[in-house]
């Protein structure tokens, strides 16, 4: 499978849909996903909105939780990367990132600007 490498910087404003969660390699077995180390895969959908238009979610696997992730908190996504697959007459595109992280966040206090009480 052909890895395409995703440039985020163009993507836009990139959240948390849903929260981090193990990937299921079999639903009958309910066994998760694994990678060659044996460590367990995630899944994170990220909503991906571009210059105004319509909203898109896509679903990216990263090994190991991603730590601070909540759903509607905006993320960074580093070393994301498409494979096109198809099954029979299923075909599709999966997304696979090095890591996901909570963005930081802009304009948030600090402690310093927080140890002024105004009033009279």
Known sequence: MQSI??????LGVLRCAVGPEP???????KE???????N??????VTV???????????IAVTGEPKGVVEG?????????AFAWAMGDRHGISF??????PAPT????????NGKAGGA
Request: proline fraction near 3%.
């Open 73 to 81: 908190a905006e993320v960074r996504v580093t070393g994301l990367d």
């Open 23 to 29: 990937k299921i390699a079999d639903f009958e077995t």
């Open 5 to 10: 490498p995703v440039d985020t910087s163009r």
């Open 49 to 59: 909105r571009q210059d105004g238009r319509r909203v898109s979610v896509i679903e």
């Open 106 to 113: 802009a304009g948030a206090p600090t402690a310093a600007s």
């Open 96 to 101: 696979r990132a090095t890591a996901i992280t």
């Open 40 to 45: 367990t895969i995630y899944s994170v959908a």
């Open 32 to 38: 998760v996903k694994k990678d060659r180390d044996g």
